[in-house]
């Protein structure tokens, strides 16, 4: 069963202006851990932000932030002020206690001049 | 840098060939996963060492396999290819006793088989 669900194949945002890519997930471990990657088009996976099952406060790492809504199993990325070289391929992924990390089909962000 | 170190970076190969991809972990962690990412696809999860022994297999065929070192360092081989094998190859590791933390993926090997 699909554990990790991105519902937009693609997105298009103007330069300056901010985006949320929507991600929700599936479990019945009470540990848990919410990531987001980038993969640019030179392929590398670039590790953007972390959130704990147990946290309690939203993570944020410098204009992304990770909108966190337990009970409803989201985990949506918030990018504020985009900028050109945020185009790419985004992931959101989980990881159950010391597990693999799962990962969701991605979001394909462009960001328009 | 991700500290993760992965070769090659890029392989090009004929059907029926068999390869071997190699994966140096982060200095100190003990945990090794591989995974397969196909054009435009997302990242499937393969098969999961920690400490020389395998912990978790996830969507790996049987003409593919893995070990994982005394040195810690890992080796995926792709044997028999097909042309749906052509795909980047990823491997991470993370330390492991942090039970939900990061992993830290290395540059990936980009596999053509013609």
């Known amino acids: 069963a699909q554990k990790i669900t991105q519902t937009q194949p693609g997105m298009f945002v103007q330069e300056k202006e901010a985006v949320t890519l929507d991600c929700t997930y599936d479990?019945?471990?009470?540990?848990?851990?919410l990531f987001w990657y980038k993969q640019p088009s030179s392929g590398e996976m670039i590790f953007l932000i972390y959130?704990?099952?147990?946290?309690?406060q939203n993570a944020t790492e410098g204009r992304y932030s990770l909108n966190f809504q337990k009970a409803r199993k989201s985990a949506n990325l918030v990018i504020s002020a985009s900028q050109l070289g945020d185009s790419a391929m985004y992931f959101c992924?989980?990881?159950?206690?010391?597990?693999?990390?799962?990962f969701g089909a991605g979001t394909r962000l462009t960001v328009k001049p | 840098d991700s500290g993760v170190t992965q070769t090659p970076k890029h392989l090009i190969t004929a059907t029926g060939q068999r390869v071997t991809l190699r994966c140096s972990p982060r200095?100190?962690?003990?945990?090794v996963y591989w995974y397969q990412q196909s054009l435009d696809q997302g990242l499937q999860f393969l098969i999961q060492?920690?400490?020389?022994?395998?912990?978790a297999k996830g969507n790996i065929l049987e003409r593919f396999s893995a070990q994982q070192f005394p040195d810690l360092h890992s080796e995926l081989n792709l044997s028999s290819l097909e042309l749906g094998d052509s795909a980047l190859y990823f491997c991470?590791?993370?330390?492991?006793?942090?039970?939900?933390?990061?992993?830290?993926f290395g540059e990936g090997s980009r596999l053509t088989v013609l």
């Open positions: 479990t019945s471990d009470p540990s848990y851990g």
């Open positions: 959130q704990g099952s147990y946290d309690q």
């Open positions: 992924a989980m990881r159950e206690g010391p597990n693999d990390m799962r």
């Open positions: 200095s100190g962690d003990l945990s």
């Open positions: 060492y920690y400490n020389g022994e395998e912990r």
């Open positions: 991470a590791s993370s330390v492991d006793y942090l039970n939900t933390g990061e992993l830290f």
